[in-house]
């Protein structure tokens, strides 16, 4: 397992490297032959797809990765299931489409809301497929898809962009991404489901994902409500520019915690009954995380300003301030987004809806509160709401189980001390320096070099340093 799971992480992270490297530059292709108009109008098309996505798995992927057994009749259940509620969910979307148009007063969102309807159909025929080459550890196979897919969608994008087929240019690139993904999962998962059938754990395993989508719905909101509300009261201007700010942000944040998330469920479900081991897993898969994303953010949210000109121009001027914000935000991320990881394979998805709840009244309390100062308002009344929702869920994710919430803390801490000084020193270099793509590439190299001695100083880090490091040399000798 820990062979595997080393290799894994190893195979993800350098698809997703280049994966991280297309998306960077298609983002930037699409931003200067788009504009926020054109982002805008899907972004307001997003909200709804979005929530009825979440019934379009039921969150029973999560079930086939994080059950111990599994039999054909479970993964066939499982799959028709799938199946069916996605297709009802793309219906339901092509229903709503006029409602959507008539709140946001724009005739432009039914139509790309009824072609994105017809796109969701599709998810469910092969969400299980990936589910089952997550299960077993087939990595290679996984990055096969997710690259495939997204070359080809990303070639059809720009194509369609260029021949002047506007925001429709990413309805094309959806689509295509959509129908490659399920064509590669079906060809390298090699699995035909059986007739569906009575299955005496049904119950179970519609309990499990019904706790998943509980609490993914209640996500949606804390994730989806700000743009909603920006849309509707703000126009598609006003959150063209803050969806482009938080998408990307979570750019490299998501190349990152991707991978490793794919290889966290699997591995972390089977070392429940080693508590020792589970612990110095999930820490060590959190702080690679970390060591990978922290310097980044830093560099991208002190040095904002610098980043927004030289990548997207300045017509996007607007999108700094916002985008600084939003940093302070993505330091919570990795650790946040890691609970969920232990919820789940603790089979505690209960506990996880529960908490879910709390997080979304918050959120949404935030954006309502936020709104009346416009797309920046919203942005800081989120964050600040997120730096106290951020360390609550710490503790409730970390009250049972093998990681305790202060051994959570103590081995965030060298993590907290250099990311502090870091930002401190990014700040005194953007003084000295000037929009251009040479200057941001440096200060990217010097923040990560800087944050990672930095950790490298304290006993921790240096320690959790030394362990990747090795690991790092046995997956290359063995290659």
């Known amino acids: 397992m820990r062979r595997k799971s080393a290799q894994g992480i190893a195979i993800n992270m350098s698809a997703q490297a280049v994966r991280f490297g297309l998306q960077f530059v298609v983002s930037i292709v699409m931003a200067r032959l788009l504009g926020p108009t054109e982002f805008g109008i899907l972004a307001m098309a997003a909200p709804l797809l979005a929530f009825v996505a979440l019934f379009a798995d039921l969150g029973l992927s999560q079930a086939t990765v994080q059950r111990p057994q599994i039999t054909q009749a479970q993964l066939s259940l499982i799959f028709w299931t799938s199946a069916l509620v996605s297709v009802t969910s793309g219906i339901i979307v092509m229903l709503g489409a006029p409602l959507a148009s008539i709140f946001y007063h724009d005739a432009r969102v039914a139509p790309v809301l009824v072609a994105l309807g017809a796109i969701l159909m599709l998810t469910g025929f092969y969400n299980q497929h990936v589910a089952i080459l997550n299960r077993r550890l087939a990595f290679g196979s996984l990055v096969a898809v997710d690259l495939g897919s997204y070359v ?35 060809s390298l998962a090699r699995w035909v489901p059986s007739r569906p059938g009575k299955t005496p754990e ?8 019904g706790n998943v ?15 909603i509300l920006i849309g509707r009261h703000l126009g598609e201007v006003q959150l063209g520019i803050y969806d482009r700010a938080y998408k ?31 612990s110095k897993s999930y820490l060590m898969l959190l702080e690679t995380i970390i060591l990978l994303t922290y310097p980044s953010i830093a560099v991208t949210g002190v040095g904002s300003k610098l980043v927004i000109y030289t990548v ?43 908490f ?4 979304s009244l918050a959120f949404v309390g935030s954006f309502i509160v936020g709104l009346p100062w416009g797309i920046q308002g919203v942005a800081n009344a989120y964050i600040a709401t997120g730096c106290v929702q951020g360390p609550l869920i710490w503790y409730a994710a970390t009250r049972k189980g093998p990681v305790s919430f202060g051994t959570l803390l103590r081995a965030l801490s060298p993590y907290a001390f250099s990311i502090a000084i870091t930002s401190l020193m990014v700040w005194i270099w953007t003084q000295y320096l000037s929009v251009g793509w040479v200057n941001v590439f440096m200060l990217l190299a010097a923040g990560y070099l800087l944050f990672w001695s930095l950790v490298a100083a304290t006993p921790r880090g240096r320690a959790t340093l030394l362990t990747l ?3 790092a040399r046995r997956l290359i000798k063995r290659s």
């Open 152 to 186: 080809l969608s990303s070639i059809a994008g720009i194509s369609a962009a260029l021949l002047g087929f506007s925001y429709w240019s990413l309805v094309i690139s959806q689509a295509t991404l959509t129908t490659t993904a399920l064509v590669l999962a079906w």
């Open 469 to 471: 490091l090795s690991e």
């Open 356 to 359: 879910g709840l709390f997080s």
């Open 213 to 227: 989508t509980s609490f993914n719905i209640f996500n949606y909101f804390a994730r989806n409500l700000d743009n």
């Open 202 to 209: 049904a119950r179970e395993i519609l309990g499990f994902g």
């Open 312 to 354: 997207l121009g300045s017509k996007w001027h607007a999108v700094a301030p916002i985008f600084q914000v939003l940093a302070i935000g993505a330091l919570f991320a990795p650790v946040s987004n890691s609970t969920g990881w232990l919820f789940t394979t603790q089979n505690r998805t209960r506990e996880m809806r529960n």
């Open 248 to 278: 990307l942000l979570l750019l490299p944040l998501s190349q990152i915690t991707g991978p490793i998330a794919k290889v966290a469920t699997p591995l972390l479900s089977r070392l429940n009954d080693d508590r020792e081991k589970y």
